[in-house]
């Protein structure tokens, strides 16, 4: 069974409470493992943790409590380049401001969601940290000298967009005017096109849960907006409907009881990791050059695929971690440069390249694999998910309309799909050649 990755707990002794937490964890897909924290370096399970979490609240007097922050530190760096986020879970009352190498902290009530989502998004966010690196390294055995992302900002000039005219408007205000420029959209067709002119550091919905849900699923699924926070400030308390906002996408549901100081708190820290994705994402695209990339679709190339596709199958066979690839192919692309000709064809591969690299993760590397085919490789991500990401960039391409100069009407793509999972013996040829043997 393919997990999502691997979550290391460190706690004293179990306790119902967050046992049922966990137990919701590992339904989320993740491999779970709770210890005390004297085990930790005594289990090899521990070397290679996607995720840590602290369960501050398991802690039984004040004594220990300063062990678990006194770690936190040591354990952030275990990994040496491959650092480890570390979370912590805590009980209801407000304590110390955060320790270094504590990235969040979640006070109960917890919800399996949020926590779930939260481990994700840190596992994403280390991911994305180890793949820039190792990208470029990868250029620079192409000659590309790409510059080192700049990591170190937060949320500097930030612009939190408001949806909703709820009785919670000043509230958000009070908290948030001081760290950001806040524009308000009373209504959710305001919100779009506002969403449409600019991009914001964040977007807080200060809607009814359900109708938030509905906002934030609807935010998901365009990719323009695919990565920006979505949280939601409510009164609402019934598990049900704070379990749907997760499911819809949101990043964080507080409730107006937290005070507007923990509601700050954790907006600011949503907007600083979303800057964080940002300027990845430039960095990501720093390493894209002639010499890398492939001229007509404007994708890496087939020799920086690979050369970097070796690099990812040795760490992950080293490490222990998920590596998938998808392989697309254009079908019928030779009965359509009969008609159309050699050029038309390439108008269309330059489309569907471009609408590629525009669906996928800013750490997935899109590529061009020559001739009618092309590559996405995800770390840190099993087949399952693999696949669920290769039939929705499939959905979207073969239900585009394109143009190609000399048709009258809208031109469809139609692709093959090809999905592999590493496998212990496999090397990067044998991986790619698994994802094309397609139809």
Known sequence: MSHRGRVLVIEESPRAETGRLWDGIRAEGWEVHALPLD????????????????????????????????????????????????????????????????????????????????????????????????????????????????????????HVLVVGAGIRYFTIERALSKRATLIGAFTIETALDYLERRSFDAVVLNLPLDEAAEFATLLRRNPDHFAVPIIALTGETERRLIEQMHEAGASDVILATEGEAVFAERVEAAMAEHRLHVALKAAYAGTRHPATNDALTGLYGRGFLMDHLETLVADARDDGDRLSMIGFRVLDLGDFNAEWGWAGGDQLLRQVGMMIGRLVRGEDLAARAGGDRFAVVLPATDGDDAAVVAHRIAGVIETTAFAVNGATGPIYATLAVGVGEIEPDDTAESLAARCFTID
């Open 39 to 158: 085990r930790i370096l005594d289990d090899r399970r521990t070397t290679r943790p996607d995720v840590m979490v602290l369960d501050l609240a398991g802690t039984r007097n004040p004594a220990e409590r300063t062990r678990y922050l006194d770690a936190a530190a040591r354990m952030s760096l275990m990994r040496g380049a491959h650092r480890v986020p570390v979370l912590a879970v805590d009980g209801d009352a407000p304590g110390s401001p955060r320790a270094i190498g504590i990235a969040e902290t979640i006070r109960t009530p917890w919800s399996v969601g949020h926590v779930a989502a939260r481990i994700g998004s840190l596992s994403r966010l280390a991911t994305m940290r180890t793949e820039i690196g190792r990208r470029l390294d990868t250029a620079g055995r192409f000659g590309v000298a790409a510059p080192e992302p700049d990591l170190g900002g937060g949320a500097i000039d930030a």
